[in-house]
Every structure is written in C-alpha cells, then in structure tokens.
C-alpha cells in the first residue's frame, strides 16, 4: 500500500506542473522531499543503465 501523504503531496506536485509530470516521477519526488534516506531510489528505472542492449 502507497503512503497517503506522499501519494497527496505527489498530486500536488502534478497539479503545480500542469500535468506534465508523471505520476511515479511525482511519488518519487514527494517520498524523497518526505524521507530523504531513500534517495537511492528516486532514480530507479530513470537510468540509462537499466535500458536494455536491444532498447540502445
């Protein structure tokens, strides 16, 4: 199950972009800004590391 609070500040967050931001990009950014110890996991799936051989 999501945190509320973080799933909340995550609409916010789209709200005040218009919409341009995803969703999970959102979460991340809200779960940071509200546990900054799980920085490690803000970039997860961003990378160009985790795009696989085929996908370059």
């Known amino acids: 199950m999501l945190d509320p609070a ?8 789209r709200a005040q972009e218009g919409g341009r931001m995803s969703h ?3 979460w ?4 940071v800004a509200r546990h900054p110890d799980e920085m490690v996991y803000r970039h997860h799936g961003h ?4 795009i ?5």
């Open 28 to 31: 991340r950014l809200a779960r």
């Open 52 to 56: 696989p051989n085929e996908a370059q």
């Open 47 to 50: 990378l160009v590391e985790d």
């Open 6 to 13: 973080t799933s909340l500040l995550a609409l916010r967050l």
């Open 24 to 26: 999970d990009a959102a």
